[in-house]
């Protein structure tokens, strides 16, 4: 959010400053792409880091049916990682989506007019805001799933 107030207080000083708005205007908008393609890059490395943590999830579930371990802790814990994989899975899609659709933004956006550069700006970087939130809960629930992680690898090699 105080993005959003910081980007519309440069809009503002830079209008009531500066004669040429519209080169002003197309310089933020300049300075958001480049932030989106940096959104762009952070998005591919949890991609990259969920798959990983997928893959060493779906080893350990292996290894508890084949051990046929029956603690309701580990299972609950599974089954709670399993939600929280589908639920990064579509912010992360939705993320992309968003991504791509800023992206469309970069052709034609000089011929629009002031009120519509404007309007563009300011849903860019609500749009940043939210994806910049969702990464920052997605880092701190990839954290603690790797902490169970530890935990549950130790718990299924103490079963014989």
């Not at 910081?6 to 400053?17: C, D, N, P, Q, R």
């Amino acid at each position: 959010m105080r993005y959003f107030f910081l980007i519309l207080s440069v809009i503002s000083i830079a209008l009531t400053s500066c004669g040429d708005e519209n080169k002003t205007l197309i310089e933020i908008h300049d300075q958001l792409l480049t932030e989106n393609d940096s959104l762009r890059q952070v998005n591919m490395q949890f991609q990259r880091t969920h798959q990983q943590m997928k893959d060493t999830h779906a080893q350990m579930k292996e290894q508890v049916e084949a051990k046929e371990i029956t603690d309701p802790d580990l299972r609950e814990k599974l089954a709670q990682h399993e939600v929280l994989f589908k639920k990064h899975e579509a912010i992360m899609m939705g993320h992309e989506a968003n991504i791509e659709a800023h992206e469309s933004l970069r052709e034609g956006f000089s011929k629009l007019n002031l009120t519509e550069m404007e309007a563009q700006i300011v849903e860019m970087q609500e749009g940043h805001n939210k994806l910049m939130a969702e990464h920052e809960a997605m880092r701190v629930e990839h954290e603690q799933m790797e902490k169970d992680h530890s935990m549950m690898l130790e718990q299924i090699i103490a079963q014989k």
